[in-house]
């Protein structure tokens, strides 16, 4: 079973307009990270946030994090064709032992020039 | 750095054939992962390996066997290949392993091997 999911399922934005897709979870968790996946290729990690951080920026990224409500946004701002691909979350196990990362099904953002 | 190398990129198998996925990372990662990505599935563990010389299941590990070689090398083997195998694999590793948790952790993917069998 996953337990982060993506939403919007798909986004489509104009260039220069701001990109928002959400992560919601199950159980709780020490970290979230997001991933991208370009078209035909392998997941790029972009942002770790922590259980104990609210918020963090990382170029135009801006990751939230409400772990009352157990979930996390993305913000891409100022959107560019090339920030067209899919979106990842990807949670940390709900109990102890290794590390194994657990994606959703991923939002596909699609940028037009 | 190569980081996660993944081999063959393409295949095409007949049903009931088998073959082996191989995956290299030269980034001295304890943890190494193998994943399928389906349409509207999003990705799903097949197994994972820890640490070297452990391996263990994960979501969907029926029809398939993994090897950890070394520390470097994780390799997935289909024995006898089915239509529902028909997937894009994804090879992954990570640096800690067991209950460590931060920066550090985030995967690092291969590009990908694109499996179809019919």
């Known amino acids: 079973s996953q337990q982060g999911e993506e939403d919007p399922q798909a986004l489509s934005i104009q260039e220069g307009e701001n990109a928002t897709m959400n992560c919601s979870y199950k159980?709780?968790?020490?970290?979230l990270q997001w991933y991208r996946q370009n078209s035909g290729r392998g997941l790029v990690h972009l942002i770790l946030?922590?259980?104990?951080?609210r918020e963090k920026h990382s170029g135009r990224l801006r990751v939230t994090l409400d772990t009352s409500k157990k979930s996390s946004s993305l913000l891409i701002t100022a959107s560019r064709a090339a920030d067209t691909a899919s979106y990842f979350c990807?949670?940390?196990?709900?109990?102890?032992?290794?590390?194994?990362?657990?994606f959703g099904r991923g939002t596909s953002l699609i940028v037009h020039p | 750095n190569a980081g996660v190398t993944q081999t063959p990129k393409f295949q095409v198998l007949k049903t009931g054939q088998s073959m082996t996925l191989q995956c290299a990372q030269d980034m001295n990662h304890n943890s190494m992962y193998w994943y399928r990505q389906d349409p509207g599935m999003g990705l799903r563990l097949i197994y994972y390996?820890?640490?070297?010389?452990?391996?263990d299941k994960g979501e969907v590990p029926n029809g398939y066997n993994v090897s950890r070689l070394n520390k470097r090398e994780f390799s997935l083997r289909l024995e006898s290949a089915a239509p529902s195998q028909t997937s894009v694999y994804f090879c992954?590793?990570?640096?800690?392993?067991?209950?460590?948790?931060?920066?550090?952790?985030?995967?690092?993917f291969g590009q990908g091997t694109r499996l179809t069998v019919v």
């Open positions: 159980t709780s968790i020490n970290n």
């Open positions: 946030i922590r259980s104990n951080e």
């Open positions: 992954a590793s990570s640096e800690f392993e067991f209950s460590y948790r931060g920066p550090g952790t985030e995967a690092f």
């Open positions: 390996s820890a640490s070297e010389g452990t391996t």
């Open positions: 990807a949670t940390d196990p709900p109990s102890g032992g290794s590390y194994i990362p657990t």
